[in-house]
């Protein structure tokens, strides 16, 4: 199939050579041109304007800022006719909501529309490790896959338009969550003179079991057994009160708490609904206003 690739950036830099590795026949088009030119020694057709680079493709890939861009860029009069029958594959990073509203505009001009996310950095496109999630219709999805597989494992996550991008910014809660706690670590550590080279270690030793933690809260969710019951790990009642030690170093030695203030909240929520014996996968439904 003839691609064309919206943005070259560091990631649709990296999109498109890994396209032209696998013999596709790639367009490129880049709000600043020259930035891309390097992409023709590698095979690509960098062009002027958007129209040029829509013409005569089967699949355009969204890689600019966000949805709204990609919108801004595509939906205009110069463009609609162009479009008609071609599948849109959106990866941009934006909100589930962004990407529905992408959908109704695309649908509008005749084209189709698949939203998506990456998950991961530029230098693993092209590999396994590089997770691309897509959602919308499996039909489609599968009429695209083996051109989306040459950046890494496709993955239909969903036929609902959005699902691509709620498991992105679910995934990238879970990255902040796990590096504001390294920040937290880092920042006892230090205040009470702990090499970290030890906390480094410590952690080879403490990740799985706190995947395994990770992986028990997502099943119990799933199958509604956030009550608790015999196989329960830890109840709220035995984190809060572990989460005070924590509060209680950091307010001895000065250090920033309005991370910790978040997740107080949250246990005050629970608490408040005498929550605090149920098993820790309950907190989950106090994430919700």
Known sequence: MKVTVLGAGLMGSALIKSLLANEHDVTVWNRTKEKALPLTEFGAQVVDTVEQALSGVDIVIGNLRDNKTTEA??????????????????????????????KQWVDKLGASYLDGAILATPDLIGTEEAAIVISGDL?????????????????????????????????????????????????????????????????????????????????????????????????????????????????DKGLDNSVLN????????????????????????????
């Open 73 to 102: 860029v595509l939906n205009t009069s110069h463009t609609a006719e162009l479009l008609r029958g071609k599948t849109i594959v959106e990866l941009a990073s934006g909100a589930p909501k962004e990407a529905r509203e992408a």
């Open 139 to 251: 039909g489609l999805f599968e009429k695209v896959q083996p051109t989306l597989s040459a950046f890494g494992s496709a993955i239909h996550v969903g036929s609902e338009i959005g699902s691509a991008n709620a498991i992105d910014v679910s995934s990238l809660s879970m990255m902040w969550g796990a590096l504001f706690g390294a920040a937290h670590a880092v920042a006892v550590c230090e205040a009470e003179g702990v090499d970290l080279n030890v906390l480094g270690e410590f952690w080879k030793s403490s990740g799985p079991v706190v995947q395994f933690m990770v992986d028990d809260f997502i099943s119990r969710n799933v199958d509604g057994r956030i009550e608790g019951d015999q196989k329960t790990l830890a109840t709220v009642a035995t984190h809060y009160g572990a989460m005070h030690h924590l509060e209680s170093v950091m307010q």
């Open 262 to 289: 978040g997740y107080k909240s949250i246990f005050a929520k629970a608490d408040a609904a005498g929550k605090l014996t149920s098993d820790f996968a309950i907190i989950s439904q106090f994430m919700k206003n």
